[in-house]
């Protein structure tokens, strides 16, 4: 049984951005030597999230269109907004997960053709943000 | 250790639809002689979602509603439209997530009484849609 | 390899509720013996989610004030409130997730400063919810 693990860091420019780490996380897992098993892409933040979905530039801003819609920045109903300005990236990050799950097999990361791995910034810019690659299998 | 691989094939037959696939997930999880571990169950798609709910018809339409009004299929507002029209679903399954894990104990999926395993079709018919179950434990 | 499996057990006390379990999950990784893997939190549930965030008294209100938004309690547009009335919990749980994985490195799960574990009661109060952890590794 293998287990390796490798944390991606790295920057982000704006308060609302897909950023798109897809061969940092195959490249991982290639170099876990893992043949089978599972791949967990983890962002341990509270006001990001990670997700999996196709690389196109209108669909980018689309699916921030809808976290913006859904989460709601800058509402005065948000009382954490009172503390920190953040309250819809913090809601953001809860519903749709930090975490997401691949398959390996081959060797290989199991991705649908237009499934590319991204993390979800919605409180930018961060100077470190950081996703925790788990490759586990055999 | 153990990891066992194998993917279920089968075709949708609506544009929206909830596709019941608890028993062949258990029957995969049985199969592949772990006793303890756990089950990853992964869409390889960007348009389609896996949840875990309860099997009554009621509240199969019920989800479906909900998706359709978060996803909004057919708005203008959506970029992606232009290309193809189904950006709707592939908000829904980055939102949603296209994966979700469940113990194994015993040699069983875990699930509770009342949660089955769906994929969830946003953009059917499709003719070949697949889902990816690693069993992984000891 | 080590698989650890442990279930935590608990009550609800109110029909909307975030229950935090974080240092009950922590002390399970801790236990299991564990160095480098992955936990995987999952509630058995279908009317329950797992969500990760930070603990602040305002975020959570504003957490739970979106999930009622999003899934209307007692709506007579959801067809399930015919049958039993929690459908909006029902489909808050299939929409958010009932799982959560984290990663493991170094005996310790990994988690963001504001990343705490939450059981996200959605048609409490119960007597007896549970959450079945399994801690996976070397």
Redesign the interface.
Known sequence: ?K?Y?ETITFSTSKRFELVDITYRVEEIVEKSGVR???A?V??????AAI????H????I???L???KE??EPGSS????N??DDN?HA??G?????????????NGHL??????NIFLVEMDGPRSRRRV?V?V???
């Open positions: 049984m287990v693990t089978n098993g599972i967990l983890f962002a341990p933040h509270a006001t997700i999996a979905n196709e196109e530039s209108g669909l801003e689309d699916i269109t809808k976290i859904l989460t109903k948000w009382k954490h009172m503390i309250a913090h809601i990050s809860a519903l749709i997960g930090a975490d997401r799950a691949f398959p390996v097999i199991v991705r649908g053709t237009w499934q925790v788990v586990l299998g055999e």
